[in-house]
């Protein structure tokens, strides 16, 4: 039972990554799909009832700081889940411009991306990761994943 957790900015090809590779293995939550109040608490109770289940999730939030993820690694830990984060690496930029593409309320504002970007950290395997990837969007719906090895203290 896998708790993955995606890190990055808006637009940065999350949700993609999730239907391309997880969609037909893993439950999905993300904070974009719930309503507007209680946000966390909901998440939460849905990450729960996965793991109490020992089904495997995917959490697709930007998940920017040490502080967002150490809920969810403490929670995955507690139900023996082995803790997964997928890094996106995709410049503002390039998710500012994929960010225009979108509609409705898919769309975010630019400052929202400009935010999260001051506030997004790299994830180390201190945090208490089992496995870190990279992803970066290589085209067509196509990323490039790459295992970090645990003694690397950058992404490769």
Known sequence: MELII????????????????FADTHEYVSKDLLPNNKKNEQQMARIIDALRAQRSIVVD???????DRAALIALGRTY??????????????QCVERNRQRE??????????YITASRL?????????????????AGNNEFKVREWAKDTINPP
């Open 61 to 67: 939030n930007t998940n920017p700081t040490l502080a």
């Open 104 to 113: 409705g309320k898919a769309r975010v504002p630019d400052k929202a991306i």
């Open 6 to 21: 995606f890190i990055g900015l808006q637009a940065s090809g999350k949700s993609t990554f999730y239907r391309t590779h």
């Open 80 to 93: 023996g889940a082995e803790i997964v984060g997928h890094f996106f690496e995709a410049p503002t930029k």
């Open 121 to 137: 950290t790299q994830p180390t395997y201190a945090e208490g990761f089992d496995r870190l990837y990279t992803v970066a969007i």
